[in-house]
């Protein structure tokens, strides 16, 4: 077969898979796993295929007409560089564990067959995004992907945390994409066309007559589908759903999308200072106030979706000093090790029976009893933390090194502003990952107390897949630094020795201070947080999962006030605790900004509505009600009446008409 079409069937397999198991999800269920499982591997082998056959090379690019519009065309496209070979591969492995996983995650879940034709759905979306050459193409992959999140987000549908953050997710990423879609074909219309390549020529020849416009609204889209300020928020109250779900959008789809889109169209927004300068204090807003808002979090999945939108934060860094290599090399490495840590967290919460880690820290020997996911989650989180010589070092390394290269002048493709505001904001960012990663890690596996429940291994399914992402987690960042330039633009992602040493060094001031935090707050361990308590693990993960959602109050309720002094992340912040505990009041600010005028606009509308319309709708029938009502009383039923009122009536008649003729 071609490139092509081994190309077409990387997402039309997931697609193809999808819809079968919508269909016999029902009639068939013994079909959902295989229909889950086996589409995503094929998927993940023609994708390595494709890879493999562009070698880093020219694009592979092929089109044919969707159908005539009598203006801008709309086509079917493949635009295949190694950007695009390479990020399909870690959409396919992620999704491909994600759907193993699942299998052993919600086995005894009567709704899974649904849940896992939506993961495939979400896996091809996400590819089509990828591979597509055309952009309007790409919006359908794009909007596919947000409603996938809705129904996935959803899944424990009973419970009113899921209901609101699946309806939050939905409503806050189409805030954003109003603005997007509006620049797509204002892009299109100075263009005079969706293909990228086309685009991306007319930019290159100064085609483009309002760059910094269409760049801003982009951006818009952008802020929205990958979780960066100031539409981020719907990212933490998206762990309501299913842990394998959260790995699934934190890892390899949706949030990544809007990064990836970023780096297809750089050129358009390196065509604009102001764009650039806009993306670099988007990116340090974002990565520093999610750092801050971790390392307050009491919810285990919520600190790593904080956790999450700062890695973002350090993607878009990397594209706000125009370097798409950096962005997409540590989109690559930050795909493996949050899927490790959002599936070995879904392995501690079925086993501890709660996502609180002030839950967490009160129970001995956690760790013994999920081997599997303390070892992994050890090495996620030294990636994540970029201690080398682990993944997230090098990736990292490299966002901080193109920054310092814009700072010291070596290019002239960002604005120097734009480098100071990306390296300031990344060192900080760095001590504070290592803070929360230490933080995190303390509270769920060096705990004391009430020994943690034993329930034997876990399925093989989802330890198994645990493995196999720390390897990359591990090696990938150390393996690929060297190879990633030639399929990539050719620039150098070798870490710089300032930007390391830096890095490094506060990376690991962040890891002691937050150890020596600990070891003094322990003594205060042996008080119960408020609202900690433990789910009795008694079914499968997911069972366990939506009840320790629905029965811990400070996950999702006022997390500030559950009080818990041997939390070191407590005494860290100090003051600001109960601000970045409940995310800087951003929901409270949107709620004053947007919901109540909203709502208020809403009453008002209903107000006029019953009382000043429909009076004149009532008005309008009451004086025909009035009239009727008067005849109605002439009709007495009574024969005499009736020939008494005729017989009168012609009198008068016959009077009135001698009056006439005689002239009186």
């Known amino acids: 077969m071609t490139t092509t079409t081994l190309a077409v069937l990387v997402p039309l397999l997931p697609f193809l898979g999808a819809l079968t198991g919508l269909l016999l999800g029902r009639t068939a269920p013994g079909f959902a796993r295989p229909l889950a499982v086996l589409p995503a591997l094929a998927s993940l082998a023609l994708a390595a295929a494709v890879a493999a056959r562009q070698g880093g090379g020219g694009p592979v690019d092929a089109a044919t007409e969707l159908t005539p519009t009598g203006s801008v065309p709309i086509e079917l496209a493949l635009h295949i560089d190694g950007f695009a070979a390479l990020t399909a591969v870690v959409v396919a492995t992620v999704a491909t564990c994600v759907q193993i996983y699942s299998t052993g995650y919600l086995r005894d879940d009567p709704r899974y067959p649904s849940y896992a034709a939506l993961v495939s759905l979400f ?49 806050v990423t189409k805030l954003g994409d109003v603005p997007f879609l509006i620049g797509l074909f204002a892009l299109a219309a100075d263009a005079g066309s969706f293909r990228i390549t086309r685009i991306l020529g007319a930019v290159a020849h100064g085609g483009i007559d309002h760059p910094t416009l269409i760049a801003l609204l982009l951006l818009a889209g952008v ?47 390196e065509a604009s200072q102001a764009a650039m300068t806009v993306l670099a204090v988007m990116a340090a807003v974002t990565m520093t106030g999610s750092a801050l808002a971790a390392l307050a979090q009491d919810d285990i999945k919520r600190v790593l979706a904080y956790s999450t939108i700062g890695q973002l934060g350090y993607m878009t860094g990397a594209l706000a000093v125009a370097d798409r290599g950096a962005a997409v090399f540590h989109l690559l490495s930050h795909g493996a090790f949050k899927a490790l840590l959002f599936l070995a967290a879904g392995v501690i919460i079925h086993v501890a029976g709660t996502n609180s880690l002030a839950a967490m820290s009160r129970m001995g020997h956690l760790r013994d009893r999920v081997p599997d996911a303390y070892w992994t989650m050890t090495v996620a989180l030294l990636a994540l933390a970029a201690i080398p010589p682990f993944s997230g070092f090098f990736s990292k390394e490299a966002v901080l090194g193109v920054a310092e290269h814009v700072v010291t002048g070596h290019t002239e493709h960002a604005p120097a502003a734009a480098g100071w505001i990306v390296l300031l904001a990344g060192l900080l960012t760095a001590l504070l990952t290592a803070a929360y990663a230490t933080r995190l890690w303390l509270l769920a596996f060096r705990g004391s107390g009430t020994e943690a429940p034993d329930h034997g291994r876990q399925p093989l399914t989802m330890t198994t897949v645990l493995w196999v992402l720390a390897v990359p987690s591990l090696a990938l960042g150390g393996l690929a630094f060297r190879v990633l330039p030639d399929w990539f633009d050719g620039h150098d992602l070798t870490p710089t ?88 009041h951003l929901d409270a600010v949107y709620s004053a900004l947007f919901v109540r005028p909203v709502r208020a606009g809403a009453s008002l509308v209903r107000f006029l509505d019953r009382e000043v319309v429909d009076t004149y709708v009532r008005g309008a029938g009451t004086l025909p009600r009035w009239l009727g009502a008067a005849v109605r009383r002439a009709q007495t039923g009574n024969l005499q009446t009736y020939v008494s009122a005729l017989l009168a009536g012609t009198v008068v008649l016959a009077v009135a008409a001698v009056l006439v003729a005689t002239g009186a």
């Open 123 to 171: 896996t091809s979306a996400m590819l089509l995004v990828v591979y597509t050459g055309d952009l309007m193409v790409l919006l359908v992959g794009w909007e596919v992907m947000g409603i996938c999140s809705y129904f996935l987000v959803g899944h424990y549908w009973e419970t009113p945390e899921a209901r609101a953050a699946s309806l939050k997710a939905f409503l």
């Open 223 to 269: 802020a929205g589908k990958s979780a960066q300020f100031p539409l981020h928020t719907w990212l933490p109250d998206a762990m309501a759903g299913p842990t394998p779900v959260s790995a699934l959008i934190h890892a390899a789809t949706m949030v990544a999308a809007g990064v990836y889109f970023v780096a297809r169209l750089l050129p358009l927004f």
């Open 497 to 584: 020795l300032t930007t390391s040493v830096l890095g490094t060094g506060v990376a690991l001031v962040g890891g002691i201070v937050t150890y020596a935090t600990w070891r003094h707050t322990t003594a205060h361990a042996a008080r119960i947080p408020l609202g900690a308590v433990a789910a009795h693990p008694e079914g499968d993960a997911g069972q366990v999962e939506a009840e320790a959602i629905a029965s811990h109050e400070p996950a999702y309720g006022d997390v500030a006030q559950a009080a818990d002094l041997s939390d070191p992340g407590r005494l860290l912040l100090g003051r600001l605790h109960r601000h970045a505990a409940v995310g800087f």
